[in-house]
């Protein structure tokens, strides 16, 4: 699967790593981690990254950025995602040749784009590390410390859907090649006691509809008067509803100024819910999706379909 990709590699001399934008750590460790191996093994090569920047994982890697006539004659690389309005940094299309990396059940819209794709995968992060390990591509430290990153925090330290024994494995090896993991955990878990009270605030602003599918509707005003960015509400409090007995969906829609609409975050515990991602526009994982919600009445339809297929589940009519 990746033998061709690996060809492409050694044919080109310069290199270009995009991946989605407003990026979590699969996206930003997937790209570091690519890139710092491929610069390790590569050195005469140019290997560059562009995209936007997640302030709170700048501990993972800097960007080089790139200009557009470095894309003439170059191979550009899409990481963790495989739709073109959600890459960050579209001049990939002035790229010779264009490979895409990823794990989400999503088909590319990339006119050309040759993709290389496993859903089965707990992370990108992973997916790359096994490619680099299969062919023999030596991880140095940086490349370790940025694919581990990814690693865990989409596979939720081991806990989400599609962490298996290679996982584990993939997990075992990046700390052989040097990934400290109490060093990542404490940048990304250790956090300020205002932040966690802010977490309290927002748990305490969920609602619950007739299935107990549990939900916020962040808008711009709640951002302001929390004073809190959109990322940082959106999938940073989503995660508030989980791990609650009896709620197995739920859902944050954050308001983005940047876009003008609504952005649904949805998270499952044992229920599929892709689907219902899909059907608004939207994709992602199984258990772990989300949509960019063209109108704010598309929340209460979304609310519904969740309720109805926690009914199916909890009536045992529905299968994940």
Request: charged share 25%; with cysteine; hydrophobic share 35%.
């Amino acid at each position: 699967m990746f033998e061709n990709l690996l060809n492409k590699i050694r044919e080109y001399n310069t290199i270009i790593i995009h991946r989605h934008s407003r990026p979590d750590g699969d996206a930003l460790g997937s790209q570091f981690g690519l890139y710092c191996a491929l610069k390790h093994n590569f050195p005469e090569k140019t290997i560059l990254t562009v995209g936007d920047i997640n302030p709170r994982l700048t501990f993972i890697g800097t960007l080089t950025g790139a200009n557009d006539e470095d894309y003439k004659d170059a191979l550009a690389i899409i990481c963790d995602v495989a739709v073109s309005t959600m890459v960050s940094d579209d001049r990939y299309k002035l790229a010779k040749e264009v490979y895409i990396i990823d794990h989400h059940t999503n088909t590319t819209d990339i006119e050309g784009a040759i993709t290389i794709i496993d859903s089965s995968r707990a992370s990108c992060a992973d997916f790359v590390a096994h490619f680099l390990y299969s062919y023999k591509l030596e991880i140095n430290e940086k490349a370790a410390t940025a694919l581990y990153t990814g690693l865990v925090t989409d596979s939720g330290r081991f806990q989400y859907p599609g962490t298996n024994s290679e996982t584990l494995l993939i997990a075992s090896k990046l700390l052989g090649s040097g990934a400290k993991a109490q060093s990542i955990f404490d940048k990304l878990y250790v956090e300020t006691l205002e932040s966690k009270q802010l977490k309290a605030t927002f748990t305490n602003r969920m609602q619950l509809t007739k299935n107990n599918v549990a939900y916020m509707v962040n808008t711009l005003d709640d951002l302001a008067k929390y004073n809190i960015s959109f990322n940082d509400c959106s999938r940073g409090m989503v995660g508030v509803m989980s791990g609650i007995e009896g709620i197995n969906i739920w859902a944050n829609f954050t308001f983005d100024a940047e876009k003008g609409k609504y952005v649904g975050e949805f998270r499952s515990r044992g229920i599929t819910i892709v689907d219902i991602a899909k059907k608004y526009g939207g994709g992602g994982h199984d258990q772990a999706c989300g949509a960019t919600l063209e109108s704010p009445d598309l929340i209460n339809l979304i609310l519904a379909d969740f309720d109805k297929r926690m009914e199916e589940y909890l009536n045992g009519t529905h299968s994940s």
